[in-house]
Nanobody
Framework: QVQLLESGGGLVQAGGSLRLSCAAS????????MGWFRQAPGKEREFVAA??????????VDSVKGRFTISRDNARNTVTVYLQMNSLEPEDTAVYYC?????????????????WGQGTQVTVSS
């Protein structure tokens, strides 16, 4: 059974930090490229960050560069992907989703990801 389980969301003041985690199990997710996306109310789901299977390559949307860091831990049965979010802004408020992609290379496209988590809410107050 494939499962991507996000955690770590919450309410934080502007300028604060949060660390999101995504525990992926049920496949050999160490072979998968992983990504974080977010969706604010009334908006489309958008790409935030991605990391390749070996953690040798990462990519970020411009709006989070220098503030967010994606990383991963490829354990035997469960891969955990992290998103460290610093200097949070009210515009970062959204539901954050973890996603997994078996295809080659990193991707910013929602439809190129094979598996998704249920999401975790991040709210940044001004």
């Amino acid at each position: 059974q494939v499962q991507l389980l996000e955690s770590g969301g919450g309410l934080v003041q502007a300028g604060g930090s949060l660390r999101l985690s995504c525990a992926a199990s049920g496949r050999i997710f160490s072979n998968y490229n992983m990504g974080w996306f977010r969706q604010a109310p009334g908006k489309e789901r958008e790409f935030v960050a991605a990391i390749n299977w070996s953690a040798g390559s990462t990519y970020y949307v411009d709006s989070v560069k220098g503030r967010f860091t994606i990383s991963r831990d490829n354990a035997r049965n469960t891969v955990t992907v992290y998103l460290q979010m610093n200097s949070l802004e009210p515009e970062d408020t959204a539901v954050y989703y973890c996603a997994a992609r078996l295809g080659y290379g990193l991707s910013i496209r929602v439809y190129e990801y094979d598996y998704w988590g249920q999401g975790t809410q991040v709210t940044v107050s001004s």
